[in-house]
T-cell receptor, first 110, second 114 residues
């Protein structure tokens, strides 16, 4: 089982739609979780950290379910500018390198 | 305040050649991590440098080596290039407040091996 697995893309959604991505991780001792956004041929950028209690930043909501070892990202009222690849990222054991999923590609269509 | 800068932006090499990629970290950061991102994949960790030493290493062969200089900038060297080394090479910098978490990425070097 891969350390971090994500929904295969692409997700093609109309503007204004709500879309959700899921991600599972294999190491139950993993400590930190993140969502990064990567535009085509550009560098990844931190979108948001994911906390046990869940957290929200505008139209974006991240949730962590430790019991089931999955992380989710919900985007409400999708904009054309949300089109990108969303990378699920896990820090497996504290002071260790981040492990990235393959990413899920989102295309928001007018 | 300059962010993470990488050079060159694009590079074309042939099999068997050697390549050196360069990275300057964000101001105030002392740690540099290198990642390889093949097309359609997530970034894969190569190694991390701080205090001019390799501190952590991913599952990459010895053909991949690096260096960190006293000004915290870093180089990634790849010897005996293979076609499979074609990828986007990303440098990420961080500081002591989050060496493995608060990463800032450069825009990468796109390496094509022919």
């Amino acid at each position: 089982r891969k350390e971090v697995e994500q929904d295969p893309g692409p997700f093609n959604v109309p503007e204004g739609a709500t879309v959700a991505f899921n991600c599972t991780y294999s190491n139950s001792a993993s400590q930190s979780f993140f969502w990064y956004r990567q535009d085509c041929r550009k560098e990844p950028k931190l979108l948001m950290s994911v906390y046990s209690s869940g957290n929200e930043d505008g139209r974006f909501t991240a949730q962590l379910n430790r019991a089931s070892q999955y992380i989710s990202l919900l985007i409400r009222d999708s904009k054309l500018s949300d089109s990108a690849t969303y990378l699920c990222v896990v820090n497996p054991r504290g002071n260790t390198p981040l492990v990235f999923g393959k990413g899920t590609r989102l295309s928001v269509i007018a | 305040d300059a962010g993470v800068t990488q050079s060159p932006t694009h590079l074309i090499k042939t099999r068997g050649q050697q390549v050196t990629l360069r990275c300057s970290p964000k101001s105030g950061h002392d740690t540099v991590s290198w990642y390889q991102q093949a097309l359609g994949q997530g970034p894969q960790f190569i190694f991390q440098y701080y205090e001019e030493e390799e501190r952590q290493r991913g599952n990459f062969p010895d053909r991949f080596s690096g260096h960190q200089f006293p000004n915290y900038s870093s180089e990634l060297n790849v010897n005996a290039l293979l076609l499979g080394d074609s990828a986007l090479y990303l440098c990420a910098s961080s500081g002591e407040q989050g060496r493995n978490e608060k990463l800032f990425f450069g825009s990468g070097t796109q390496l094509s091996v022919l």
